[in-house]
């Protein structure tokens, strides 16, 4: 079965960088698109950035557009998001989530957490 593996959360100071990585653990792994979404206590599950993989188009939350950046390589079956300028309410559990090509296909990484202090 396909597993998501997530690394490269942490602590960073607000206005420092992070990069997240979210590998396939199948290289017969197929998708529409890949992503993160990220939670904080108390508050909904929020989308952050996604990537097609055929075409490359990525789309960004409006809350981390012009700061954050998602990339993919096929070769890999991973991607990244690479995080500069994070701020305080970036604070929260990011999740990857893979876009199947059917109805009931997700999957979800476990998370990795992210913390951003002032």
């Known amino acids: 079965q396909v597993q998501l593996r997530e690394s490269g959360g942490g602590l960073v100071q607000a206005g420092g960088s992070l990069r997240l990585s979210c590998a396939a653990s199948?290289?017969?792994?197929?998708?529409?698109?890949m992503g993160w979404f990220r939670q904080a206590p108390g508050k909904e599950r929020e989308f952050v950035a996604d990537?097609?993989?055929?075409?490359?188009?990525?789309y960004y939350g409006d809350s981390v557009k012009g700061r954050f950046t998602i990339s993919r390589d096929n070769a890999k079956n991973t991607v990244y998001l690479q995080m500069n300028n994070l701020k305080p309410e970036d604070t929260a559990v990011y999740y990857c989530?893979?876009?199947?090509?059917?109805?009931?296909?997700?999957?979800w990484g476990q998370g990795t957490q992210v913390t951003v202090s002032s």
């Open positions: 199948e290289r017969s792994f197929s998708s529409y698109s």
């Open positions: 990537v097609t993989w055929s075409s490359g188009s990525t």
């Open positions: 989530h893979s876009d199947g090509l059917g109805s009931g296909d997700d999957l």
